[in-house]
Nanobody, 125 residues
Framework: QVQLVESGGGSVQAGGSLRLSCAAS????????MAWFRQAPGKERERVSH????????YYADSVKGRFTISQDNAKNTVSLQMNSLKLDDTAMYYC??????????????????WGQGTQVTVSS
């Protein structure tokens, strides 16, 4: 059974940094996408970044490009999101997601079968 567990959220002042981690157990779809999504109150879930777990190709939403970095550690079966220069608009619940099979869309939430419980990121002024 696949389980995704996020960690690393918290409260930080604008301009600060946080590092989120997603530990995947029971997950061995090398080549499929893993992603970070976020959802702020009253807003739709938004894809922040995703990575192809095989070759390591990465993609970012325009809103975080240049500030966030997604990475993978295959030995530990984890995916991390380094978030720098955080802004008030980055405040949201952040979710880790993983595809069940290779080949589905990596850009939309519907393409992911497995989700973590989320970790809260709060950015204050």
């Amino acid at each position: 059974q696949v389980q995704l567990v996020e960690s690393g959220g918290g409260s930080v002042q604008a301009g600060g940094s946080l590092r989120l981690s997603c530990a995947a157990s029971g997950y061995t779809r090398r080549g499929a996408c893993m992603a970070w999504f976020r959802q702020a109150p009253g807003k739709e879930r938004e894809r922040v970044s995703h990575i192809f777990t095989g070759r390591g190709y990465t993609y970012y939403a325009d809103s975080v490009k240049g500030r966030f970095t997604i990475s993978q550690d295959n030995a530990k079966n984890t995916v991390s999101l380094q978030m720098n220069s955080l802004k008030l608009d980055d405040t949201a619940m952040y979710y880790c997601a993983a595809q069940a099979e290779i080949g589905g869309s990596c850009f939309f939430a519907s393409g992911y079968a497995y989700w973590g419980q989320g970790t809260q990121v709060t950015v204050s002024s």
